[in-house]
Every structure is written in structure tokens, then in C-alpha cells.
């Protein structure tokens, strides 16, 4: 099995359109969610494709424009992520051959708001429907863009697990590359546009934050006093390659795939489940070869949902053990909103900002812990030496799933 | 703004790389680097901006501009 590396990283989200910017507003804990006409949520806002794409080479973004350019929002984001990646990953410099590379797009129902939005014109004129509806009503279309955008002619395909989606991705994708399929894998976590409909069927479960007259405080990760999760829209991007590959073409890896596990919870409810979470964790530690104590970080799912903050506190509780006291933990999603199929990914390249960065980010509103044995990051950032970290991700419909992720190959 | 306009128009918006002034009365969408799925968005495009409705399969097989516009013509 050759072993994974993460050789580049990408992002477009509410907090930061390229991995700089993001990583700088981990550090200072800053928030993307706001008040939005449709209701709280975390929108990637003041951007534009053509300027996002305006630093790639030459080649790189012209092809991008020409294949994206009139793509829905989420594909033209999920390519912009994706160059940043493939760039960092100096693919452009030192190429592998199209038939090495592979691309996996985490997440589904990536098109429902394309389709839902162009209702009102079919009502008014069927004959209007844009001729290229047949494509990108597609998740797809993800899929085969990514694919002309970078001449990537490998294995590819999507994946989706819920809110697991993002680490099913890497999951996914390190398969391919671990087995030899491809040397090189693309991983794109796509951003999901909610519908009003969407929106209303979470609030109805319960699962949406209470609105307030403070967006900023309404997103409450692992508080006494959280009400549910805030919508977040991010893209982001991996490129997963062979240690080996990454040797040869002389791009030093940024963090490695250590270990990684799904598992099920035979529930097709909303409900977490503990010994499913506790279940993946430590499968994830035990394929990485590492002791509940020697965790450094986890990135916690921790959505701000009632139940499920509650539940994950408790599986890692259970699941670090003895190590539960030195652990940092830590929410991504409150600042970036919950990213949902996206999520995963997202929060592995704020994993990898932070084994490289050498901190962990804050938890904002994090005012009254649900869980004291816990270690968790407070409202500032701190320095921190990180070898290993933990990344969790869990679905509607009882996906569980958890990552390892190492910061240099020596490590994992 | 004329049929022929409208149809440039529209062409140049779906294929943003091709030059302007290459765009002219004669030319097929293939010489253009238009694919047939272009070429069926630039119609839609051209419909939806006369504000006609020319049956889809009227189009079928046609890939020169002037047919087109002969076709959109027809109904404005």
C-alpha cells in the first residue's frame, strides 16, 4: 500500500477565498456567519470567478474559464478551489501524466438550488430552459469539469455520506491512490447551496440554530447554550498523492492520511449514535497505528446541534480515554457555518493550516462546555505543537466517519 | 438590434474565446470551435432574448449562421 500524502490545498469559503485568507481568519477566530434574506448562514459572498482564477498559469486558466465560465456557482467554485490546490501542488511545474490523476467530488444534491431557481422561468417558458440543463443538473458535472479543467483522465467519480460526505472524499480518495489506481487524486468537497425547502425541512427537525439578533453569537459548538447548526457554503480541495509521487516530482508533502474509518449505524433517522462514533475513532486510530494518547487535536464534527454535540463530547470521552485531557478540540463549523457535504473537507484543510501553522484555531461562543473532561480550544487561538490529529464527520442516515491526518510522513 | 446581432451575441457569451470579429455571415458554428451543445445554447439563448419560440428540431442538422438566423427571423 503506498502511503498518502497531502501535497496541496485549496478553499473558498465564507471566511477566506483561498487557503491564505482562511487560515488567517482561523487564527483570529473569525466568524462568516451573518444574517442572510433566506435566514442565518455562512454565504461566500463579493466573488467573482473570472478574478478567482486570474493567478493560475496561463494554460490552467483559460481552460478553467472556458469549460466553468457559464457552470453553476458551485462548479465554478469547486474548480477555483481545486487550481489553488492543483497549483500548491506544483501539478503545473512538475506534471503527472492525466491517466495517474483521479478526481472524487464529495457531497450530492449539489444541484437542487440550480434546479429550484430556474423553476420560475420553465413556469413562464419551458422553451427557455438553458441547454445545458441536461449536464448541470448533474452532480456530475462536478466531476467531469474537474476532469476536462485539468486533464485529469483517471479513475473518478462522486461519493456522498451526509454530513460525512467530506470524509468519505478523503476516505475515497486515499483508496484510490494508497492501492496504486492513480498516483495522484483531486478531492473536491462541494459547495452546497441550500433551497428554502432544505432549510425549512432542517428547522423543522430541529436541527437549525434559533435565529437571533446576534448572527455572530447564534453558532454555539459544544455550549450548554447552542440551539442547532448554521448553514455554512464553502468549497475545498485536496490533492492526495503517493509519498513516492510526491518524492519523485520533489513537492514536499504538507500533512499525510495516517488513518482513516467509516462505519454505519443500521439508522436511516437524524440520530447520532455514540458507539458508532466511538466505533470510528478508534478504527481510524488503530489503522494509523496510534494511541487514544497521542492525539494532539481533534477536529470535532460538533455542528452545534443539541443532540449531537452531546453525543460526540461523550464518544470522545470514551474514545480518547486517557488522552482526553491533552487534546485540543476544537469546531471548525463555527466559523464557517456547517459546509455539510463540503464539511469534511474543509475542516481537513483548516487540519492541515494547523498541523503546518503549529495552532489550533479558537471556538467562538463557547462559553459554557457541555462536556469539562474535554479539552477545549477557548475564544483565542493557541500555539500548539501538532503531530497528530483527529478529524470527525457524521451523517443523517447513521454515516459515521473519522480521519487521521499526520503532519510529516515520518509521522503517521 | 438585429437577428444576426442577437445570434452573436449570444455566441460570444457561450464561447467567450472565439474573436468578435470573426463572427460573420457565412460562417458554420464548427469553424467557430462551437459543439453541437453550444450551438444548442446559443439558440435557446437567441429564442429567449427575440422572445420567439422556434421549434428545437428545426435546428436539427443546421450549424451555419445564416441558416440560423434565417430560422429565428422567421418568427420575431
Not at chain 1, 483527529?390 to 451523517?395: D, H, I, P, R
Amino acid at each position: 500500500m503506498n502511503r498518502v500524502a497531502v501535497t496541496g490545498t485549496g478553499i473558498v469559503s465564507a471566511i477566506g477565498a483561498d487557503v491564505a485568507a482562511f487560515t488567517a481568519a482561523l487564527r483570529a477566530g473569525r466568524t462568516g456567519i451573518v444574517a442572510t434574506p433566506d435566514g442565518l448562514g455562512a454565504p461566500v459572498t463579493d466573488w467573482s470567478f473570472p478574478e478567482a482564477v486570474a493567478g493560475a498559469s496561463t494554460p490552467l486558466r483559460r481552460r478553467a474559464l472556458r469549460s466553468a465560465g457559464r457552470s453553476p456557482r458551485p462548479v465554478r467554485v469547486a474548480v477555483a478551489a481545486a487550481v489553488q490546490a492543483w497549483t500548491a501542488a506544483r501539478l503545473t511545474d512538475f506534471p503527472i501524466p492525466g491517466d495517474r490523476v483521479g478526481v472524487v467530488v464529495a457531497g450530492h444534491n449539489l444541484t437542487a438550488r440550480y434546479v429550484h431557481d430556474l423553476r420560475p422561468g420553465w413556469e413562464e417558458n419551458p422553451a427557455y430552459l438553458p441547454a445545458r440543463f441536461a449536464l448541470h443538473a448533474l452532480d456530475t458535472d462536478h466531476v467531469g469539469t474537474l476532469s476536462e479543467v485539468f486533464d485529469a483522465t483517471g479513475e473518478g467519480c462522486t461519493v456522498g455520506g451526509a454530513s460525512a460526505s467530506g470524509n468519505v472524499g478523503v476516505v475515497h480518495a486515499t483508496r484510490l491512490v494508497a492501492s496504486g489506481t492513480v498516483d495522484c487524486c483531486l478531492l473536491v468537497g462541494a459547495l452546497c447551496e441550500l433551497t428554502p425547502l432544505h432549510r425549512r425541512a432542517f428547522a423543522v427537525l430541529g436541527a437549525l440554530a434559533e435565529p437571533t439578533s446576534d448572527p455572530g453569537r447564534a453558532c454555539r459548538p459544544f455550549d450548554r447554550d447552542r440551539s442547532g447548526f448554521v448553514p455554512g457554503e464553502a468549497a475545498a480541495a485536496l490533492v492526495l498523492e503517493s509519498t513516492a509521487s510526491a518524492t519523485r516530482r520533489g513537492v514536499p508533502p504538507r500533512a499525510v492520511v495516517a488513518g482513516h474509518a467509516l462505519a454505519l449505524d443500521g439508522d436511516r433517522s437524524a440520530a447520532p449514535n455514540l458507539d458508532g462514533e466511538i466505533r470510528v475513532i478508534r478504527a481510524a486510530l488503530a489503522a494509523a497505528g496510534l494511541a487514544p494518547t497521542d492525539v494532539d487535536y481533534v477536529n470535532a464534527h460538533a455542528t452545534a446541534s443539541r443532540r449531537g454535540d452531546e453525543v460526540e463530547a461523550a464518544a470522545l470521552v470514551a474514545a480518547l480515554g486517557p488522552g482526553v485531557d491533552r487534546a485540543f478540540v476544537n469546531s471548525t463549523k463555527a466559523l464557517t457555518g456547517h459546509c455539510l457535504g463540503a464539511a469534511g473537507v474543509v475542516e481537513a484543510v483548516a487540519t492541515v493550516a494547523q498541523l503546518g501553522g503549529g495552532f489550533v484555531h479558537p471556538t467562538p461562543n463557547l462559553d459554557d462546555p457541555v462536556e469539562p473532561r474535554l479539552r477545549f480550544v477557548g475564544p483565542v487561538a493557541r500555539p500548539a505543537d501538532l503531530r497528530y490529529a483527529l478529524s470527525n464527520g457524521f451523517g443523517f442516515g447513521g454515516i459515521n466517519s473519522a480521519v487521521v491526518l499526520a503532519r510529516t510522513p515520518d509521522e503517521g | 438590434m438585429t437577428v444576426f446581432e442577437v445570434v452573436r451575441d449570444s455566441l460570444l457569451e457561450v464561447v467567450p474565446e472565439v474573436d468578435p470579429d470573426a463572427v460573420t455571415p457565412g460562417r458554420t458554428l464548427a469553424d467557430l470551435g462551437c459543439t453541437s451543445i453550444d450551438r444548442a445554447e446559443i439558440v435557446t439563448l437567441s429564442m429567449e432574448r427575440l422572445g420567439v419560440v422556434v421549434p428545437i428540431t428545426e435546428f436539427r442538422d443546421v450549424n451555419d449562421l445564416d441558416t440560423i438566423v434565417e430560422l429565428l427571423g422567421r418568427h420575431v
